[in-house]
């Protein structure tokens, strides 16, 4: 008994110890390896603390006193729009698809289909309302405040008004130059689907 106890002491002080012993500092120790000798360091210029913005704020609800924000409140350049795009091919388009239709591929592969992002109702929907559901979800649709940065939620709900923007533009908006090119589309288009049919495409 005695000789299982002595081997059990010395298996136990063979074992490595770096688990309870890490190199590490505690709060506010000295260090030396600083010039001014503290181990804290100070946030860089600019540092935002985590969950620093108020949840009840307007940029973080995409609600004012008005109701839904009519405005997104960041500089919407194409840098903005295109990380907007970006965002919304990686999280959205699953089930929306890349043109806000409600035809993605999970979609395609049995799950219920969102409404486009095109219908008149929707259209009309002041951007707050897409910044929310983006972020607290919406009936099957599950929020992505955890997924995705507070900015790219409002990136994301740019996107969608572009790709409305896109599916909706009065004729009469276009320049005379894109009137012509969209002729020039409409007639290739039909050109093509009635070559199809000739050939006999379904």
């Given at each position: 008994m005695f000789g299982l106890l002595a081997l059990a002491a010395l298996v136990l002080v063979g074992c490595r110890q770096d688990m309870h012993n890490q190199a590490k500092f505690e709060p506010y120790e000295k260090s030396d390896f600083f010039l001014d000798g503290s181990s804290a360091r100070v946030p860089p210029a600019f540092t935002v603390a985590r969950d620093s913005v108020d949840p009840t704020s307007s940029i973080y609800t995409g609600e004012d006193?008005?109701?839904?924000?009519?405005?997104?409140?960041?500089?919407?350049?194409?840098?903005?729009?295109?990380?907007?795009?970006?965002?919304?091919?990686?999280?959205?388009?699953?089930?929306?698809?890349?043109?806000?239709?409600?035809?993605?591929?999970?979609?395609?592969?049995g799950f219920k289909q969102p409404p486009s992002y095109h219908e008149q109702r929707l259209r009309d929907m002041p951007i707050g309302y897409?910044?929310?559901?983006?972020?607290?979800?919406?009936?099957?649709?599950?929020?992505?405040?955890?997924?995705?940065?507070?900015?790219?939620?409002?990136?994301?709900?740019?996107?969608?008004?572009?790709?409305?923007?896109?599916?909706?533009?009065?004729?009469?908006?276009?320049?005379?130059?894109?009137?012509?090119?969209?002729?020039?589309?409409?007639?290739?288009?039909?050109?093509?689907?009635?070559?199809?049919?000739?050939?006999?495409?379904?």
């Open positions: 006193d008005n109701g839904w924000m009519s405005a997104v409140p960041y500089v919407v350049d194409e840098a903005f729009l295109h990380r907007g795009q970006q965002r919304f091919d990686i999280y959205c388009s699953p089930c929306h698809d890349n043109t806000g239709a409600g035809n993605g591929m999970i979609v395609q592969r897409f910044y929310n559901v983006a972020t607290n979800g919406y009936g099957l649709m599950s929020g992505y405040k955890a997924q995705v940065k507070l900015q790219d939620r409002w990136a994301i709900a740019a996107w969608v008004r572009v790709l409305q923007r896109s599916q909706n533009v009065p004729e009469g908006s276009l320049s005379a130059p894109d009137r012509e090119q969209l002729r020039h589309d409409l007639q290739n288009a039909e050109s093509s689907t009635a070559s199809a049919h000739a050939a006999g495409a379904p």
